[in-house]
């Protein structure tokens, strides 16, 4: 097939490129080239920005009839009528890419399925997918426009380290290897689902080019799940470490910082359990093999080989010592 990802070298979507090109496919990546060493050597590259879409890039999408587009930074209402006007009639199969959070609280114990209720109104992220799902699946079906839904859940990389608070990434090793507090938000009650880069890939790959898909919402995320006390204590226990945990309410963490606050608010302090079956019973691709525990190891492993690769955001955890501070004064 001949595919065009949009992106390709993010956390999740460079998986996604080294799986398309495993399968022996056709893959071009149309980014702005500030990741490329990521890039599978077998892809071409088109080194543009779609945001910023000129007669040259125009031309390039148009000057070929794609098998399958995936756009993986879609965020808004602009860019998915953008991508509707210049994909439709050159793509047999387009690919947009949501998100999970865009579901309301649930009981622990509830899998979430893709007919539920989506359009909680807490974050302005899950708002405009939400949005943009319903832009797309209206062209489709308007238009014919041949699009599938994927709402992928909080998915890591060898590379990356999915924590409860956005941005704090490999800052958490540092925390906890020095005792710095480790914010746990509302005790680590809740119920999370982390799902591994590669797992999604093949799930993603095996919708391509699948009629019967269009027009659909489809998951792709682990069936494995755990409280983020649970998550945090296995980081701890791969570390060798003893964590120093500060439990805040989610509530404060918002009134404190709502950049921080937010994401947790929207989304990660919530219950999320989620049901394949949907992709499960589209494609014998997907599987979701490698355990939680397994994949940390693996990327605490790498960031163990490569320390000249990791970055740590200064401002996240100035934030956060800046949170604790602040509560510990109260």
């Known amino acids: 097939m001949n595919i065009l990802f949009i992106g390709g070298t993010g956390s999740i979507s460079a998986a996604c490129s080294d799986e398309v090109v495993a399968r022996g496919h056709d893959l071009w990546l149309l980014n702005r080239g500030s990741r490329n060493q990521r890039a599978p050597g077998r892809a071409n590259l088109f080194t543009a920005d779609i945001d910023k879409l000129d007669t040259a890039t125009l031309s390039f999408i148009r000057s070929r009839e794609w098998d399958v587009v995936v756009n993986w930074v879609v965020f808004n209402r602009a ?12 793509v047999r199969h387009y690919v947009f890419i949501s998100t999970t959070a865009v579901y309301a609280e649930t009981p622990p114990d509830h899998r979430i399925v893709e007919a539920d209720n989506a359009g909680d109104d807490t974050w302005s992220y ?93 998951h792709i995320t682990s069936d494995e799940h755990h409280t983020w006390r649970d998550i945090l ?31 947790l608010q929207g989304d990660r302090s919530k219950n999320r359990l989620f049901s394949n079956d949907k992709i499960k019973n589209i494609t014998a691709d997907y599987s979701d093999n490698l355990d939680l525990r397994s994949g940390i190891t693996r990327l605490i492993d790498w960031h163990q080989a490569h320390p000249d690769q990791i970055r740590v955001d200064v401002d996240v955890a100035e934030d956060v010592d800046r949170i604790v501070k602040t509560l510990s004064a109260l």
């Open 233 to 263: 204590d296995m980081y701890a226990q791969v570390l060798d470490v003893t964590p120093n945990y500060v439990s805040i309410p989610t509530s404060a963490l918002v009134t404190l910082d709502p950049m921080l606050g937010l994401p």
């Open 79 to 90: 860019q998915a009528l953008r991508d509707i006007e210049i994909f439709g009639g050159h």
């Open 126 to 218: 899950t708002t405009d997918k939400v949005v943009c799902e319903g832009l797309f699946r209206e062209a489709h079906q308007d238009r014919g426009f041949p699009v599938t839904v994927v709402r992928a859940g909080h998915t890591y990389a060898d590379f990356t380290v999915p924590t409860n608070i956005a941005g704090l990434g490999f800052g958490l090793f540092e925390r906890m290897r020095s005792g710095k507090p480790v914010i746990l938000h509302d005790r680590g009650e809740s119920v999370w689902t982390l799902t591994y880069n590669r797992e999604f890939a093949k799930g993603l790959i095996g919708l391509f080019g699948i009629p019967e898909t269009f027009g659909e919402i489809y």
